[in-house]
Structure formats: structure tokens, C-alpha cells
């Protein structure tokens, strides 16, 4: 006993000196499956925010496009046609919007891109993304920046729900929504 009546130290600690200190195996691998959950967790939620900048990036671009083509018809004074395509080819058959874009100065407004045009404006294939607009599959900018034909373009995300409209109205003007004219969902597909 000390002077004070308690016991010393020495007496309370143990005396094997050998003795591991640290974690079990047991508990280690607790500790593992939890970061390990975790981990998916977050995996899952990186993917989703990946596929949701990417369906909003490429609804950007397209509204950036269709003001820049509008921009253009009313700067030159002619007619600009904005189709699917690439500019190599032109414009392709169907309403393939999702393999790419090009827009160019249309002095005969046959919606096509002849010899003497030149391609001001062209996007490449979105991955991941699906692009649908109604038919006629091309649009025409007219010299007071006007459009025919009017509607919605809807982009769509192929692994999720992400779904974004830009819609596109006679005056030439595009706006981006999360939903499609009459405040109805984004039909895809």
C-alpha cells in the first residue's frame, strides 16, 4: 500500500509484457466490409452524377448550337439549316441526332449542304446519350432568326432516368427544361 491508502500502479497493470496490443482479425475485416460497403455506395453515386452532367452537358450544347445557328442566319442575312450529320457528309438520313450535328449557310433551302456551302457549326456523337426530335428531322433558321419547324428536342440518358427537353419555339428562341412542353415528362424512346 502507498502512503494515500491505494494501491500503487504497478500492481494494477498487468505484468506480462508481452502481451500484442492492436486490433483482431475480427475486427479488421468489420472494419473492411464497412468501408468496402461504403465504397460501392459511393460508386453508385459517382455514376448516377456522372450520367446526369452528361445528359445537362449535351442539352447545353444543343441550345448553345441552335442560338449560335440563329445568330448566324440573322447575321449573314441567309438562311441556316441545322441537320443531323457530320460536316464531312453533310446531313444524314434519318433523325440520327444522336451520332452528331452540323449547321451551314442554306442559300438554296434544299436542306442540304451543296458544294459551294461551307459548315460553320458541328458536334460529334454524344455517348451514353440519346437525342430524338420529331419529323422533318432538319431545321431551318430564316434571315429574322425565325425557325420551321418548331418543337422539343429530347435528350435522354441510356443506363438512367436523366432526361432533359430543349425546346425550340418559331421565334427562333431555345430554352432548356426537365420537362417537355404542357409541363409533361420527357418521353424517351
Not at 482479425?25 to 448516377?48: Q, R, T
Not at 432533359?164 to 409541363?183: D, E, Y
Amino acid at each position: 500500500m502507498s502512503k494515500n491508502g491505494r494501491p500503487p500502479l504497478s500492481s494494477i497493470r498487468p505484468k506480462d509484457s508481452n502481451r500484442n496490443s492492436g486490433f483482431s482479425f475480427v475486427e479488421l475485416m468489420v472494419v473492411v466490409s464497412i468501408f468496402g460497403i461504403l465504397g460501392l455506395y459511393g460508386i453508385g453515386a459517382y455514376h448516377e452524377k456522372i450520367n446526369t452532367h452528361r445528359v445537362a452537358r449535351t442539352a447545353e450544347k444543343l441550345a448553345h448550337h441552335l442560338a449560335l445557328a440563329r445568330f448566324e442566319a440573322i447575321r449573314w442575312g441567309y438562311p441556316v439549316t441545322l441537320c443531323p450529320g457530320d460536316a464531312s457528309e453533310g446531313c444524314a438520313a434519318g433523325s440520327r441526332w444522336s451520332a452528331g450535328w452540323v449547321a451551314f449557310v442554306d442559300s438554296n433551302q434544299n436542306y442540304t449542304l451543296d458544294s459551294g456551302e461551307r459548315p460553320f457549326l458541328a458536334a460529334a456523337k454524344s455517348p451514353g446519350v440519346t437525342i430524338g426530335w420529331r419529323s422533318p428531322d432538319r431545321l431551318l433558321f430564316k434571315r429574322d432568326g425565325s425557325v420551321w419547324p418548331n418543337g422539343h428536342f429530347r435528350v435522354c440518358d441510356l443506363a438512367s432516368s436523366n432526361r432533359r427537353a430543349v425546346i425550340i419555339h418559331l421565334t427562333g428562341r431555345a430554352r432548356l427544361s426537365t420537362q417537355a412542353p404542357g409541363n409533361k415528362p420527357v418521353q424517351c424512346g
